[in-house]
């Protein structure tokens, strides 16, 4: 399951996990994605659309949620 938002194309990302001692192993961030019917806000076309957004769209009322 692709974890990548369908507005902005946010995806998971590497990090370091950096101990007290100073070593560092290679970690995965993952984005925040919920899987959501909406329509974009760009647009007035209605059109709705089933797929991933990530909470940062959500806010900037880029999508706007169908219930």
Request: proline share 3%; aromatic share 6%.
């Amino acid at each position: 399951m692709a974890r990548i938002c369908a507005i902005c194309g946010k995806r998971p990302q590497v990090a370091n996990l950096v101990s007290h001692a100073k070593n560092r192993t290679k970690r995965w961030v993952f984005p925040n994605v919920h899987k959501m019917r909406f329509t974009k806000t760009d647009n007035n076309s209605g059109k709705v659309y089933n797929d991933k957004v990530c909470t940062k769209c959500v806010k900037a009322k880029k999508v706007q949620k169908v219930v």
